[in-house]
């Protein structure tokens, strides 16, 4: 294929995006937050290693893992990912057991065993699941079969004959079917070739014309998740639905996607998505345009993200980690379209895929569909060994420091960044050493009383944790700590007390209660396999994928019980001296050790900008005439692409559901409400189940509306410190570890919900009046341990401890530098929400508590604590005796409770004692019907607005390589009716959104 002069090869660029392409919510799955990225592993359920949740594409620490075009970096334990949506404890979330700890004695050690044993997987061998394992097709050989007690799963592992695609096949219960494709996709550079393609496959293909089919399944679908992520080693395509036809609709689009996309024949996909030149006309400067480009070149403007990014390279200089599969907007440019195409080629060949079924769909139609697919290729021999990921050797024989810049704006502080990272294995880990690793990551680093954690968040040497621990989505897994917003004279003393502390953990170990949170906290997690909002099936297939893809079993990676019995035993036997000994093994003793740090530098944008301008300047120098008339001729032609309309019958090749297609019962929720529950005057509302597994999960809230709208604005922190202050006699670590130890996780969150006025007409825009605002308590725990629960939710109510000043700073600091963080990688989130406070209440009171506005309250309270705590301190107890009024508070208190019948029935007598037991009198005023009546909020909020919210154009400056632009409009004002289609919109107001 002959190369365009309009993407002619350069050595070197950076990038920039003028136009907004509408694309859909992809994940380059390279970047993670780590906690996104431990949110999203579910290989502790499977190994303990695999992410999705930290890091699409976007920004926050360390090792990149993955890459969402909408999430950020990090990465943790796998086990995370099966709990992201459910109620996380400072703890971590927690089983309420000391089972394991054997000969070595605790008080509580019966009881608390007892509730473990609640929680063992219910699942029995079904007749009907055993006979899924059985299932044939003459197209396949069957490699494996294996039932995965833990999760209730009956697995096969078939081998397409002809092409060689692997099929694993998991038969449960579950009605939320899941479909995956994943391919080893590791890049020999930073081209970024697996992101663009990623996006790009999905630009249409043979038996589907559109431009981008996955905007119109998302309109005309049922999926529960449509998605696609770019890893450092790998892509991955998934679908869920709980409809068969959805399902099986979705399945033939994607898998025509990847085996026959439009971008392989098309170079305006390649242009579009990957990268381009654009030229209007020849008096003016070459620009490079781009979808990937522009988003790269946010998430190099990131400083979190270049930390994460080196602190990867450093460690990895052999093999396919050391360069960015999302890409590097300088070397994008270097990617031609043969390039591409031939990547695509290479790795998109079947028998180089790992293809999943999960679900109660038919195996059989599985099988077939995929063979009609499958059979159209033939062998490919070379696909897998070429797509094999390599071993790094830990050949660092003395620690090494690296220093690097980051972009820095001009009235930023001059701050350093610091990772210290090591490799922790340059082979196999057993499955008793990636749980027992994963332990002692909760350890160091799982909570804010974890002993890495808390000793560098207390030092007072910087403003915020960086690294995040371990990190054990790849074929090899590293570990990461250390601090941002760092003094220069201070980078050292970080680096040693990062080291110090670890010494310091070798040698003393830990104490038994400690272990006994982190152990209780994982195994509640492994037991209860609750993946939040994500789908099971998906869960299960990032599990499996964490040893599949390294061409290991993908089963033997979700069993836990085995290590689980084993790390208990070693526990039982020598208590801490199992994590001792690790932390010198995998990190004292190991030179495989890199110090990353960023310096920031109030030039380096300028320099890059100025980069790119001489680089495209000169390219343009060496184009003649007719080249720089083809530019522009492609310029018209790919924006008169964008901007046409697929015809009719292309549309009409992307398939869709009928309304014989839907089911027409609605399903049910079982839903009971006491509105003064035994004459506490406490609302009760209760949900039966068929099967909670032992667990009761509850919520707990506590209306707010009585506190002003100035003091609304600091509940985020309110509720934090609610958390992380330590409560009655207890410290924050004691608190940690009660919760750690006697129940799933407990969490205090501010919740503001609107509400739909009494007597308001279907299909009219309300005016946004109307809301209920609270703080949410959540937790969950075996029934057994419900009335721990519940004091525990009473105890951070009523006696949290809000002196404590230093923690206070410290989470201000973090705060502030979140914020900022977030803004240059996010800045169109903080448009969008900015826009939306100047049309309604919601929006104002939304931006001040989270947008642009809540960064400078945040440092007007950092001031305000470090110069005048008593006042500030003053201002947290006033909140929570107006929260706590004696004379109303109960009104507006609620309690949620959700389990099966003989869950419900254990808990009902802790739920009265707890009712008791509360602040309040029974008998007392009541709050005004939010239903009725305007939210005082809303009365506030509505003055504000008028005095300080005149909708006018703004602009912040922010030291990143791309602009963030938001526009919008009021789409309908209140009261105005509105009809069909439009009902769907969820906002009153339009935003476009767009990096430039």
Known sequence: MNEQPWQRHHNKSPLANSFFHLRRNIVMVQEFTRRHRRACQMALFACFAVAIGRGATSSSTRVAALSFATISSGSKAAWRYATASSPSSSAGGCAPTHAFLGRRHFSSSASCAASITSLQQSAVATEELEKTMDVTHPAYDVIAKDVVSECGAYTTLYKHKKSGAELLSVANDDDNKVFGITFRTPPSDSTGVPHILEHSVLCGSRKYKTKDPFVQLLQGSLQTFLNAFTYPDRTCYVVASQNEKDFYNLINVYSDAVFHPRAISDPMVHAQEGWHLELEDKEQPLTYKGVVYNEMKGVYSSPDSLLGRESQRCLFPDNTYSVDSGGDPTVIPELSFEDFANFHAKF???????????????????????????????????????????????????????????????????THMLNVNWLLNDRPLTPLEDLTVNILDHLLTGTTSSILRKTLTESGLGEAITGGGLSDELLQATFSMGMKGVKPDDVQAVHDLVIDTLKKAAEEGFTDDAIASSMNTIEFQLREFNTGSFPRGLSFMLGAMS?????????????????????????????????????????????????????????????????????????????????????????????????????????????????????????????????????????VVRHELVSTSGIAYVNFGVDVSSLSLEDAAILPLFTRMMMETGAGGMDSVALSRRIGTYTGGVSATFMSSGVKPEGAKEGVVSDGNHMVTQIMIQGKATSDKAGELLSLFKLILTDAKLDSKSRVIEMLKESKSRIESSIQSSGHSYANTRIKSRYTVGGYIGEKMSGISYLQTVKDLLQQAEEDWPSLLARFERIRNTILDETKCRDGMVLDVTGDAKVLDTVQPEIEKFLTELPGDSKGEKLQNFYVEEHPWATQAKKEMAENAATIDEGFVVPTQVSYVGKGGQLFAPGEAVSGILNHFKQEHLLLLARQ
């Open 348 to 414: 998109y060949h079947p028998a180089n895929s790992r293809i999943y079924f999960s679900g109660d769909d038919d195996v059989a139609r599985r099988l077939e569909i995929m063979d009609e697919y499958l059979s159209e290729f033939g062998p490919s021999p070379e696909s897998k060994p070429e797509s094999e990921i390599v071993w790094q050797k830990k050949t660092i024989t003395e620690p090494q420091w690296e220093k690097h810049a980051y972009p820095a704006g001009a009235d930023q502080p001059e």
């Open 547 to 683: 040893k599949w893809l390294y061409d290991n079993s993908p089963t033997g990676a979700l069993k836990f019980e085995e290590p689980l019995a084993q790390l208990k035993a070693q526990i039982a036997e020598s208590g801490s001296k199992v994590f001792q000994d690790m932390i010198k093994e995998l990190l004292l003793d190991n030179t495989h050790r890199v110090t990353v740090e960023m310096v920031p530098s109030k030039t380096l944008e300028a320099e890059q900008l100025k980069e790119e301008q001489d680089r495209l300047a000169a390219v343009k120098e060496s184009l003649s005439d007719d080249e720089l008339d083809e530019i522009i001729k492609k310029t018209v032609e790919l924006k008169e692409l964008q901007a046409a309309e697929d015809p009719p019958e292309a549309r009409a090749t992307i398939p869709s559901l009928e309304l014989a297609d839907l089911k027409r019962e609605v399903t049910e929720y079982p839903i009971d409400i006491t509105d003064n529950e035994n004459d506490t005057g406490i609302k």
